[in-house]
């Protein structure tokens, strides 16, 4: 039998509530993407600035282990923070580490542009600590607003709900671009008109990525009051804190059509119940959680593996596609060379990652999560096979815009595919006292593919002859084999998906947690393990939902 609050809160209609919901959670993974994607003109101001020689006739560029490393520290910190916040949104509560999250964002993205000293090696460093703990905050944000997320929605518009939520990353990513592109402009026309050339960097460039990296804390830190303000959910009020009277309370503030009396007498009623023997509990390192829910921790954490390799290994064509279509950088000053990256991202972002976001909003409640996946995964395979195959003999001489396509479409298929499902699946199959946990757990796993696919592949992918690899690279298996390889991982990810993730669509939560049809039929009668421990002799179950007969039972 489920606690009527919660099935009240599958059946609730949509509402304001649920929007603005969807904007606090929505506004700490914006403030991600704008921050893990700033950094490519960020280092391109950096080299200019730093590593700069008036004597060479080519401006100063990162080195790569130290691109790398700065990408690398990012990451790291996302994978402790995905699994430290996870573990605690499940112990102390997911509005109280939400808020805190947020904060640790807020502080290290300000910090970032307040980098200690203005010589290198103390900039870099300090730069690299203060990314590192803005890694751990944006990995705390990544399982606290999935779980909060869907632990607010109805069931009809769960995955809708979530994939908007993270939909915000493509609006992150273009805000990024365009604060970008407006400070590096403003302060190009502001230096116009002296005599220095294009090779020789203003002083002013240090202060133009500083800038960069602490707007991105603004439009987190206008959500804080808000992120703190806001209720607990009931499923983990009621179903972890036992407090079920709290958790009717509290959604009757935020959900105006819940009638309060109503399951506050079935509270009551719950309370003065004679005592019911309780299942044993058990952890989650425990034999019955691997029984019970190992199966599908595995399908969330090695699918999200499996597309984080591809997706972030994006870097390893980018500069084969800017290239011919901006000029190249010894012909223009620093503060031109990152506006084309940010003019650059711009474009990709509005033509493929954004669409792909919202084809995933509209479809994922009609086709379902699975499908979604399999199909994105298949074709991000099958157009990462189109621009392997012929790379050495065509593409690699003749960039143009097929091969923008190609590229586009990958991006596009990944956010309507697998991008956007494995953040949404795993808030939804684990129980509420795991929840937070199993998702954090499969977000890191999906962050050491983010590893390897932005390091490991962008250096496995120089060319193999010594001669034609760039300064500061090592010679690699080549692009086209790192393509190919790439494109196999996705087929991998097509059928595990096939193999091992359920459907979750149009099912409550607490259905989920029991099992379900890998088919997603959505009508079968499953208790989850969190209801059975408030299952009780027929006094709640007499009770009627909001609007509903006596004669018919809840779902």
């Known amino acids: 039998m489920a606690l009527n609050v919660l099935t009240a809160l599958d059946h609730a209609r949509t509402q304001y509530y649920h929007f603005k919901a969807i904007m606090i959670a929505g506004m700490g993974l914006f403030t991600d993407s704008y921050d893990l994607f700033c950094i490519a003109p960020v280092m391109k101001l950096i080299g200019r600035i730093y590593y700069g020689d008036a004597r060479a006739d080519k401006p100063g560029v990162t080195p790569p282990a130290v691109a790398s490393a700065m990408v690398a520290v990012a990451l790291a910190g996302t994978v402790i923070g995905q699994l430290v916040f996870g573990y605690l949104g499940d112990r102390i509560g997911r509005r109280r580490m939400y808020g805190l ?14 980098s200690i000293c203005r010589t290198r090696g103390c900039v870099l460093a300090s730069l690299c600590l203060f990314r590192f703990l803005l890694g751990i905050g944006i990995g705390g944000d990544y399982p606290l607003s999935a779980t ?9 518009t769960r995955g809708s709900f979530i994939a908007a939520v993270f939909s915000m990353q493509g609006f992150g990513i273009l805000a990024s671009s365009a604060v970008t592109m407006a400070i590096t402009a403003a302060f190009n026309r502001a230096t116009e008109g002296g005599d220095d050339g294009p090779l020789q960097t203003p002083e002013s460039a240090d202060l133009v990525w500083r800038i960069i990296l602490m707007v991105g804390a603004i439009p987190a830190g206008l959500t804080f009051y808000w992120r703190i303000a806001m209720p607990e959910t009931a499923r983990f009020t009621a179903l972890v804190e036992r407090d079920v009277m709290k958790a009717t309370t509290d959604m009757g503030k935020v959900l105006g059509d819940l009638d309060v009396h109503n399951f506050a007498e079935d509270a ?19 034999r019955q959680f691997l029984r019970r829910h190992g199966r599908n921790l595995f399908a969330c954490a ?5 597309v984080d390799i591809p997706y972030y290994s994006s870097t390893l064509f980018q500069s084969q596609i800017y290239q011919p279509f901006f000029p190249r950088p010894e012909h223009v000053n620093a503060y031109q060379d990152a506006y084309n990256v940010a003019k650059f991202q711009a474009i990709i972002a509005v033509a493929s990652i954004i669409p792909g ?4 909003v509209y ?27 012929p790379y050495d003999k065509y593409w690699n001489h003749h960039t143009n815009y097929g091969y923008i396509v190609l590229y586009a479409s990958t991006f596009f298929f990944s956010n309507f595919g697998p991008n956007t499902t494995t953040f949404i699946v795993p808030a939804e199959l684990f129980p509420a006292r795991f929840r937070s946990t199993c998702h ?56 595990h998906t096939y193999l091992f993730t359920p ?20 009508h079968g009668d499953v208790n989850g393990e969190e209801e059975n421990k408030y299952s009780t002799p027929s006094p709640l179950s007499a009770q009627p939902l909001v609007g509903q007969s006596p004669l018919q039972s809840p779902v």
């Open 268 to 286: 009551e009623a719950l309370r003065r119940s004679p005592p019911q023997p309780r299942p044993p509990s058990y952890g989650l390192l425990s």
């Open 363 to 389: 479809f994922i409640e009609r086709v379902g999560r699975r499908r979604i996946q399999m199909m994105g995964f298949f074709f991000m395979g099958l157009f990462l096979f189109a621009l392997a195959g």
């Open 503 to 522: 459907e979750t669509k149009m099912r409550s939560l607490e259905e989920n947690e029991g099992g379900g049809s890998q088919g997603g039929d959505s």
């Open 357 to 360: 976001y919202y084809a995933t």
């Open 148 to 156: 909060i997320m869907s632990e607010f929605a109805n069931k009809r």
């Open 440 to 495: 954090g757990i499969s977000g890191a796993a999906g962050k050491v593919g983010a590893i390897i696919g932005a390091i490991g592949f962008l250096w496995a992918s120089q060319a193999r002859n010594k001669e034609d690899v760039a300064g500061g690279w090592k010679p690699g298996i080549g692009m086209m084999n790192a393509l190919l390889i790439l494109a196999g991982v996705c087929m991998i990810g097509a059928l």
């Open 302 to 306: 090695m699918a999200w593996f499996l």
């Open 101 to 114: 999250s947020l904060l640790l964002m807020v502080a290290s993205s300000f910090a970032s542009g307040f």
